[in-house]
């Protein structure tokens, strides 16, 4: 197996993360964040955590500058006060909204080029090797 594959996957993931942030304000994990926040009123910030597979440490910090820019708001569970209930706030909807709206424009300027059944093929490959690591993790 060739190792430049690994080199040119890690350099353009570098590259894209990049330059996603700079069009889209915002980084990947945390535009994945607001986005799931997005299609929910209101989550548990562990289950957050879990579903988006960050770690605590990471989260709360994502959360804590966010709700220091009226991004989202987070209050105790009044069920069960162990727990920390997150949402967006009217301005985070609003964001979350220009961040997809960027994302679409990142998307097209990237695939810009490709044809539609190039991009299908390019997307199966990715999910396949995606489910390759998976399946190398599950078996060890």
């Known amino acids: 197996m060739d190792n430049s594959i690994i080199d040119k ?30 299609h929910v009123d209101e989550i548990n910030q562990t289950s ?11 989260i709360t910090r994502h959360l804590k500058q966010l709700e220091g820019d009226g991004i989202v708001t987070r209050r105790n569970n009044p069920d069960d ?6 949402r967006l706030t009217e301005l985070g909807r609003q ?3 220009a ?9 097209a300027q990237l695939l810009q080029g490709f044809s539609e059944e ?7 490959m ?5 489910n390759n690591i998976t399946k190398g993790r599950n078996e060890e």
């Open 126 to 130: 990715i999910e396949r090797m995606r």
């Open 81 to 86: 006060n162990r727990f920390t209930l997150v």
């Open 9 to 38: 996957l890690q350099n353009f993931y570098i590259q894209l993360i990049s330059q996603f942030g700079h069009c889209t304000g915002v980084s990947p994990s945390r535009f994945r964040l607001l986005q799931k926040l997005y």
């Open 99 to 107: 961040y997809q709206e960027e994302k679409i424009l990142f998307m």
């Open 118 to 124: 190039e991009q299908k093929l390019f997307s199966h």
């Open 95 to 97: 964001e979350i909204v």
């Open 48 to 58: 957050l955590q879990k579903e988006l597979q960050i770690d605590s440490a990471a």
